[in-house]
């Protein structure tokens, strides 16, 4: 999807993360929405869309019970069953560019955590996973037979996947709405029990309560907001919905159409890639799209996490938020918020001189990818 910049994010907005006792998911997507709302300097009534995302493991973030508690009335809306933030904004800019709307409030809120429910009911979301009949009825499961492919294949080690973690827990320090903001060194890593082995704890997400909203808007009235805007450039998906009659599904090698499509939209390459945002379940994931996406190649993703490239200082800052492995788990909304704070230069101590493209990828398990290239300007 070539956007070149017809569509910008123009505010954003994210409520406290972690535990959130007695809210209701959808109270808490509205409060996030009223955040992104005064950044903006807009009222409701100025919103013609609204997109919502079902909540993970809950019957709520349905827009038609959103919009009559939030009181509103758009020409456009719509309900994405998983919209992880990817899915959802490209709905928008389609949306906008198709001429359905011209500002858009996307929207996520969840209680999870106090709610005691979560998404991951069968293994990786498909019942179609070899892993169901062992009990893998969550992502750790078919991630760890996802690694034992990836260290059969490549002589990848435990210590090198561990430094996605880390690279995490670095970055999360500096984010005061991250939730784990505890050092962990590789050491601390290295020595902590397993999940599912060769998976650990800090290699998959914690479960957390929040909320996190965008506002996405025309170009021509992009200028005319209190924040600088985030200009789309470009988006891709695709799905794998065969599931395991796709060769090699473990590996998820059809991730690599979504990079080459993204790429080709944006009129990029992957060197013009100044921030990485890759939505993390859990840290396979991150290991596979460092290799699909281009940013070393297939095989050399341990190795290459070893040089620190994705850490503060390095070559390559990825999950600069924390991620969902340290900040907070928010189906990747937050990774888009993160991705606009850097880009207008406002990440504080954990910002990036320099940056003005970001690259954002996430996944739905074994079923379906996505992507969005951002930038602070349109080339």
């Known amino acids: 999807m070539r956007v070149g910049g017809a569509a910008a994010i123009v505010a954003v907005g994210a409520t406290e993360q972690g535990k959130l006792p007695g809210r209701d998911a959808d109270d808490i997507a509205i409060e996030a929405l009223g955040l992104a709302l005064e950044e903006a300097g807009l009222d409701k009534d100025d919103l013609d869309g609204l997109i919502t ?3 993970a493991g809950a019957d709520s973030g349905i827009d038609t019970s959103i919009g009559r508690k939030a009181g509103m009335d758009p ?15 490209h709905l928008a800019v389609m949306a906008i560019v198709s001429g359905m709307a011209s500002t858009i409030g996307l929207v996520y809120g969840t209680n999870q955590k106090t709610g005691r429910h979560f998404a991951f009911t069968r293994a990786a979301g498909d019942e179609g996973s070899p892993g169901a009949p062992y009990g893998f009825h969550h992502v750790a499961g078919p991630a760890a037979l996802a690694f034992r492919r990836h260290q059969a294949l490549y002589g990848t080690t435990e210590a090198q996947l561990g430094r996605i973690a880390v690279s995490s827990r670095k970055w999360a320090m500096g984010n005061p709405l991250a939730i784990f903001r505890d050092e962990m060194t590789i050491d601390d890593y290295l020595a902590s029990p397993y999940l599912v082995r060769p ?3 800090a290699d ?3 479960i957390s309560d929040g909320g996190a909203a965008l506002v996405v808007t025309t170009r021509d009235r992009a ?8 200009y789309v450039l470009a988006g891709a998906q695709q799905t794998g919905l065969r599931l395991y009659q796709n060769d090699d599904q473990l590996m998820r090698p059809w991730l690599r159409a979504v990079a080459d499509r993204v790429y080709a939209d944006a009129n990029l390459t992957r060197e013009d890639i100044d921030l990485l945002y890759i939505q993390d379940p859990t840290s396979v994931w991150v290991l596979q799209m460092l290799e699909w996406f281009g940013f070393c190649n297939v095989g050399e993703a341990g190795p290459f996490l070893e040089t620190g490239a994705t850490e503060p200082g390095g070559v390559l800052p990825l999950n600069t938020n924390g991620g969902q492995l340290s900040e907070a788990y928010m189906w990747g909304w937050l990774h888009l918020v993160e991705a606009v704070r850097q880009l207008r230069g406002e990440a504080g101590e954990r910002q990036v001189g320099g940056a003005r493209v ?3 990828c996430s996944s739905k398990a074994f079923e379906k990818g996505a992507a969005t ?3 602070s300007e349109v080339p």
Not at 75 to 89: Q, V
Not at 223 to 230: I, N, Q, R
């Open 223 to 230: 200028s005319g907001f209190p924040k600088a805007p985030v």
């Open 75 to 89: 020409a456009f809306s719509a309900t994405l069953e998983y919209g992880t933030c990817n899915f959802s904004l």
């Open 199 to 201: 998976v650990r704890r």
């Open 204 to 206: 998959v997400t914690m």
């Open 373 to 375: 290239v951002l930038a």
């Open 358 to 360: 970001a690259l954002y």
């Open 53 to 55: 995302c079902k909540s």
